[in-house]
């Protein structure tokens, strides 16, 4: 089944071919054989931000969560502004054992482009997610594990080799996760980060640039070589 074609302006962080493999059939079948593909993959960097109700610590309700729209690490100031509301229906202040606070995650999701589905309306490119895809029941190829030790095995033999093969996850892999970037407890009601925030947030947006810079540069002597 083909996963469902989403546009994204997300930076994309790292382009690469992947080696994989799947089986034929099952493990017990004497004709079971390993088929080898390759697979074009781009890392989108995503951010979601989750706005939390805490009680001395504890998490004692989800509010909602906020992913980014036109820029990376803009799902904040939209989850800011519903922990805000948050605090103002449950009357938490700077003081209250009850607070309200946002998280963040930050993850690099494994998609494929669909140029072929770029919409001119739309000017952020079209990708594919890997979920349902011939890629989500596959591992990394390894041409000793997969041609030599396989095919001389026995069903118990094979089960054993799959377990010493790497399986290709396509989820996002988490890269940060920040709790309480902005809370009640540490900005009352005030829209400012405080300062330990304000450096993260800095740090990630730099680092990413970095990625996507450097990802750029080598797409680019890829095309001149």
């Not at 100031?77 to 930050?106: F, G």
């Not at 001389?152 to 799959?162: D, K, N, T, V, Y």
Request: aromatic share 6%; net charge negative.
């Amino acid at each position: 089944m083909t996963s469902p074609v989403f546009h994204s302006s997300a930076p994309v962080v790292g382009v690469g071919r992947l080696d994989l493999a799947r089986l034929s059939g099952g493990i017990s079948d004497p004709l079971c054989h390993w088929q080898r593909f390759s697979l074009p993959v781009a890392w989108l960097r995503e951010a979601s931000a989750k706005v939390r109700l805490t009680h001395r610590g504890v998490v004692v309700k989800d509010v909602s969560t906020w992913v980014d729209t036109h820029a990376f690490l803009g799902c904040i100031e939209s989850a800011i502004e519903a922990a805000m509301s948050a605090a103002t229906h449950y009357r938490i202040t700077p003081d209250s054992d009850l607070v309200a606070q946002v998280d963040v995650e930050v993850t690099d999701r494994p998609v494929v482009r669909a140029p072929e589905e770029d919409s001119r309306i739309l000017s952020s490119p079209a990708y594919r997610g890997l979920n349902g895809a011939p890629s989500s029941a596959a591992w990394h190829a390894d041409l000793v594990l997969m041609d030599e030790a396989w095919n001389e095995a026995s069903p118990a033999g094979r089960q054993e080799i799959l377990g010493r093969l790497t399986p290709f996850c396509p989820e996002p892999r988490r890269i940060e996760w920040h709790e309480g970037m902005w809370s009640t407890k540490h900005c009352g009601a005030g829209w400012k980060l405080h300062e330990d925030s304000e450096v993260i947030l800095e740090e990630l947006k730099e680092k990413t640039a970095a990625h996507r810079s450097a990802q750029e540069q080598s797409s680019t002597q890829s095309v001149e070589e």
